[in-house]
């Protein structure tokens, strides 16, 4: 690996930066896993108070069946996708942050 | 092998030859790869160089288990929608490994977790405990892969016994595993993937054409509020309504309703029972109060067991520093969701299907019960279509055996590593040579393979998926907490990390061991007699079914447990935090195009006594 010039790594050392760094990552990652714990968790409180609506047929399976058994990995895979493309832009942002 | 001619009688042909041919194919290429695998940094993260499509294929391969392929479908049949989240939250942890802990692990450029662990914390100590857990999970997720060998031999082999299946495939892959290392299973366990997800889904499709598709066949079963058709569906077994064939339920099969509704069988059986035990006026009143309320309880425990515990396994989380760089980590993860979700829509298809077609099952133990029903559906076809039903069911087997064979590969890999890098090559022998250290990671090869033979053959009477839920539960009290927390909290500290990680993982050990043993002294067989002075443990369990609950899943209470250990434990012994932590920490976030990386394991220096 090439070491950075002193200039640089100055900024890269300072606790603003590391701060910035984990704080705008940690950021992204609490706010997708949140969406996908409201769905995850919230699918077995449907299923408790309202069974007789998770039991409405639609196509043959049950509601409920469908969400969990179908839906439910399509949906995790936009969760990622957005995921990575916002981290890796984050990433790339700090990048040219330094270099400036 | 010497096995006696007698057995191949009733051996189909198909079956056989598919797979005979996916064990060759198993061998061969691990002999082919040994050839490659010349450094200690090949054998242990296959040079740092594997690529995205590679490793996502060969994370999937690994991950995808005996469980998985047979246990899932099994489960689903057995108990019904509650079974489902199983495949759902295998796939969905990967969320959590994306989100937290995938790009920061492998821009800290260890080879193993304990190598993680001690650089983490400047502590050889807490080397040797992470050592101690990478094989205490490892050895509880061998057990199920032990069992579907042991399941799948006996099957293409009527009369063979079940512990010459455990016996043949590890010894199998002990081999493989010892010649190529960690280069040489990479490209076995991606052409695995790929193996049984064709397994899987050419039956799938071609089964639901001939017999019905999957929503059909759940339209068949009653939801709850529902009324039978005139001819009540469950008796007849001309078509019903829905025109799905159907054949009478066996009478140890869950009802309609309870079986496609949640809280089903799988969450309501410690209350059922608990219930039974009552005098038969209270029952009712029982029930109404808790079995609700505590399935609820159940459910959590398990998505939280299944969904952290996928972040927390150590043979998977290896795999990751196999990487070139974190953004690579990161894209890998994400197709590995992709493609294992892909796998996960099907085996609960078969559950369903075997619902419908096979009932007979349900009234099978152990090797003979619903965990062969992905094995034995095909043959159903071979009615209408002859030979073409032996065909599926041989691509089904060919599947299996890919399925355990990868997967225990992978698990011994990493215990492997973590025997030979951590304890001989960094406690033991600290200046061993490259060479020493390649001869040091066969001999273990060889030594937990043989460990693992021997604990497979003890675990028959339990179901598979059961037994890799408890693998999962050990996993999330323990590594999950470890890594979230020492990855994204500067405060943390050796002793904190220790005390929750150890109290976490012990708990759930602890509360595992105790279910097991309760269902092993039921077992009519051998085992049943080594455990019964246990059985008295089950009168307990009918007395206090939310204690069993919590027993059967501890996820609920141990991950917070192990968590606010962890953060007070921490905030005790604040002085301790390591000196550079900000250097730390800054190696773990920062992106490699600042030219902050330092591989905490150089290769170069791997061989010169590092």
């Known amino acids: ?100 | 092998m010497n096995l006696p001619l007698a057995f191949f009688g009733g051996v189909d042909p198909w079956i056989f030859t598919f797979s005979f041919i996916t064990v060759a194919v198993t061998l061969w290429m691990g002999f082919r790869s040994a050839k490659s695998s010349k450094t200690a940094s090949d054998f242990f993260v296959a040079g740092r160089s594997v690529s995205v499509g590679w490793n996502a294929s060969a994370i999937s391969g690994e991950y995808l288990s005996a469980a998985s392929f047979m246990g899932v479908a099994g489960m689903v049949m057995s108990s019904g929608y509650d079974a489902l989240w199983y495949p759902v939250c295998y796939a969905c942890g990967y969320l959590f490994l994306l989100l937290f802990i995938a790009g920061p692990l492998r821009r800290f450029g260890a080879y193993t977790i304990p190598d993680f662990a001690e650089g983490r914390f400047d502590s050889p100590m807490f080397r040797k405990i992470a050592v101690c857990f990478v094989l205490f999970i490892g050895f509880f997720y061998t057990m199920p892969q032990m069992k579907g060998a042991g399941v799948t031999l006996a099957y293409i082999f009527p009369g063979l016994p079940y512990w010459v299946g455990v016996v043949l495939v590890g010894a199998v892959i002990t081999l493989n595993v010892a010649l190529g290392g960690m280069k040489g299973i990479t490209l076995v366990q991606a052409v695995q993937y790929w193996i049984k997800l064709f397994a899987i889904t050419v039956p799938v499709f071609v089964l639901m054409a001939v017999v019905g598709f999957y929503n059909g066949q759940i339209g068949a079963n009653l939801a709850p509020g529902e009324t039978a058709p005139a001819a009540s569906a469950a008796q007849a077994s001309a078509p019903s309504s829905t025109g799905i064939e159907r054949k009478p339920l066996v009478a140890k099969a869950p009802a309609d309703t309870a079986w496609i509704a949640p809280f089903g069988p799988l969450t309501t059986k410690a209350v059922n029972a608990a219930a039974a035990a009552l005098p038969a006026e209270q029952r009712a009143a029982f029930l109404a109060e808790h079995q609700k309320p505590y399935s609820l309880v159940y459910t959590y425990s398990l998505i939280i067991a299944l969904v952290c515990g996928t972040a927390g396994l150590p043979h998977i989380l290896v795999r990751f520093y196999t990487n070139p760089d974190g953004v690579a980590a990161k894209k890998t993860t994400m197709w590995v969701m992709i493609l294992i979700g892909v796998f996960y829509v099907f085996p609960p298809v078969f559950g369903v299907i075997g619902r419908n077609l096979m009932p007979e099952l349900y009234s099978g133990v152990g090797a003979k019960g619903t965990d062969k029903v992905v094995l034995e559906l095909p043959t159903l076809i071979s009615a209408k279509y002859g030979v073409v039903g032996s065909i599926l069911s041989g691509i089904t087997c060919a599947g299996a055996f890919a399925a355990f064979m990868s997967t225990f590969s992978g698990l011994l890999v990493s215990m492997t590593g973590a025997l030979a890098h951590d304890v001989y090559g960094r406690m033991l022998r600290p200046k061993s040579s490259s060479a020493e250290r390649m001869v040091a990671f066969k001999l273990s090869a060889i030594l937990i393979g043989g460990v693992a033979v021997t604990l497979g053959c003890f675990v028959e009477p339990l179901e598979i998926n059961f037994m890799v839920g408890q693998a999962f539960a050990i996993a999330a009290a323990s590594y999950f907490p470890l890594l979230f927390m020492s990855v994204w909290w500067r405060g943390m500290t050796m002793k904190g990390a220790a005390t929750g990680m150890l109290t976490g993982g012990l708990c759930a050990l602890g509360a595992a061991a105790l279910t097991n043993l309760g269902t092993l002294a039921l077992d009519k067989g051998p085992m049943g007699k080594i455990f019964a002075s246990f059985a008295p443990l089950n009168g307990f369990w009918a007395e206090h079914p939310l204690l069993r609950i919590l027993c059967e899943q501890p996820a609920i209470w141990s991950v917070p447990l192990a968590i606010t250990l962890m953060i007070v434990v921490s905030k005790a012994t604040a002085a301790q935090v390591p000196a550079d932590i900000r250097m730390k920490m800054l190696v773990l976030h920062a992106p490699e195009k600042l030219g902050l990386k330092q591989e905490y394991i150089q290769d170069h220096q791997a061989g010169a006594g590092h």
């Open chain 1, 1 to 100: 690996m090439s070491s950075p010039t002193p200039n640089h790594d100055d900024v890269v050392h300072s606790e603003p930066f590391l701060r910035s760094l984990m704080r705008r990552q940690l950021a992204l990652s609490i706010a997708c896993a949140a969406t996908f714990l409201v769905a995850l968790l919230g699918l077995p409180l449907l299923n408790y108070f309202a069974p007789a609506f998770m039991a409405t047929r639609v196509a043959g399976f049950t509601l409920s069946w469908l969400i969990l058994g179908v839906l439910f990995f399509p949906f995790v895979w936009i969760i990622s996708y957005i995921f990575i493309k916002r981290s890796l832009r984050l990433e790339e942002a700090e990048v040219q942050q330094l270099r400036r």
